[in-house]
Nanobody, 116 residues
Framework: QVQLVESGGGLVQAGGSLRLSCAASGSIFSINIMGWFRQAPGKQRELVAIITSSGRITYADSVSGRFTISRDNAKNTVYLQMNSLKPEDTAVYYC??????????WGQGTQVTVSS
């Protein structure tokens, strides 16, 4: 089992920045993928960015060039630096991990609200 604790959400004006953090605990030796998804009201949960244990990164087209994902394996933590935020980035952001057995874990979610 893997437990995920997120932090860093909040309210920011358009054009501003926020940094999300997600710390993993438990069976962390088995973690492969770490990353972030988001879900806006009335919409499906969607990929934001993921990073593998080898450092391969995937971004959603909508955030590429504005968001940066990084990972500190020593701290078992993944970060999402969000710059040039837009109102359409408003959503609940969920930390996500997948282990080597393809089991998926989710954090509790953190609200990001971008005002225009």
């Amino acid at each position: 089992q893997v437990q995920l604790v997120e932090s860093g959400g909040g309210l920011v004006q358009a054009g501003g920045s926020l940094r999300l953090s997600c710390a993993a605990s438990g069976s962390i030796f088995s973690i492969n993928i770490m990353g972030w998804f988001r879900q806006a009201p009335g919409k499906q949960r969607e990929l934001v960015a993921i990073i593998t244990s080898s450092g391969r990164i995937t971004y959603a087209d909508s955030v590429s060039g504005r968001f940066t994902i990084s990972r500190d394996n020593a701290k078992n933590t993944v970060y999402l630096q969000m710059n040039s935020l837009k109102p359409e980035d408003t959503a609940v952001y969920y930390c996500h991990t997948q282990d080597m057995y393809l089991r998926v874990y989710w954090g509790q979610g953190t609200q990001v609200t971008v005002s225009s």
